[in-house]
Antibody, heavy 124, light 110 residues
Framework: QVQLQQWGAGLLKPSETLSLTCAVH????????WSWIRQSPGKGLEGIGE???????NYNPSLKSRVTISVDTSKNQFSLKLSSVTAADTAVYYC??????????????????WGQGTLVTVSS | QSVLTQPPSVSGAPGQRVTISCTGS?????????VHWYLQLPGTAPKLLIF???VRPSGVPDRFSGSKSGTSASLAITGLQAEDEADYYC??????????FGPGTKVTVL
């Protein structure tokens, strides 16, 4: 049974870069996309982006200019960097496994396993 | 504002049936993308409840069921139990925005 364990800094100042890492324990690392999602009181759940084992990425267009997701297949880990953070980036950040299925022209994806979450607060 | 719409709250007595709607548009649910549902207890990560509109992952009680029609989907909980009190979120895919979530519905057991 796959488990996700995440860690990273929880308190940042405006303009700093958020950095989180998620380790995948058990299960296959390839064959899935690995995602970051955040949850804030004001905006609810928001997908940030995802990466596959080959390094292929998809980013939420609203965050794309500030987001980098990378993967380290030797450690079964993937990471999130979000630059130039502001108070609006304060949220609980989750890593998750994304099941990605293509049906003709339709792409279906859902998150079947989640990390424990990391509260990131941006404050001066 | 969320791309998908859900009622803020629903409630029911133990043993009753409640339903949660999830309304989208022609660029997401109406375009043929599946709907998935998550349950979130306070202070914990969301947990997958239903995927591909109506499929329950292993371990999810059959009291939970999902359906989809047109630009909307629904989650039904039958035989409501105290432990079902939680927040429920729908999720789909939007042709312009990637994954999209509903704002969540708080289920209260009276």
């Amino acid at each position: 049974q796959v488990q996700l364990q995440q860690w990273g800094a929880g308190l940042l100042k405006p303009s700093e870069t958020l950095s989180l890492t998620c380790a995948v324990h058990g299960g296959s690392f390839s064959g899935y996309y690995w995602s970051w999602i955040r949850q804030s009181p004001g905006k609810g759940l928001e997908g940030i982006g995802e990466i596959n084992h080959s390094g292929g990425t998809n980013y939420n267009p609203s965050l794309k200019s500030r987001v980098t997701i990378s993967v380290d297949t030797s450690k079964n880990q993937f990471s999130l960097k979000l630059s130039s953070v502001t108070a609006a980036d304060t949220a609980v950040y989750y890593c998750a496994r994304l099941v990605y299925m293509v049906r003709g022209v339709i792409v279906d994806n859902w998150f079947d396993t989640w990390g424990q979450g990391t509260l990131v607060t941006v404050s001066s | 504002q969320s791309v998908l719409t859900q009622p803020p709250s629903v409630s029911g007595a133990p043993g009753q049936r409640v339903t949660i709607s999830c309304t989208g548009s022609s660029s997401n649910i109406g375009a043929g993308y599946d709907v998935h549902w998550y349950l979130q207890l306070p202070g914990t990560a969301p947990k997958l409840l239903i995927f591909a509109n109506s499929v329950r992952p292993s371990g999810v009680p059959d009291r939970f069921s999902g359906s989809k029609s047109g630009t909307s989907a629904s989650l039904a909980i039958t035989g409501l139990q105290a432990e079902d009190e939680a927040d429920y979120y729908c999720q789909s895919y939007d042709s312009s925005l990637s994954v999209v979530f509903g704002p969540g519905t708080k289920v209260t057991v009276l």
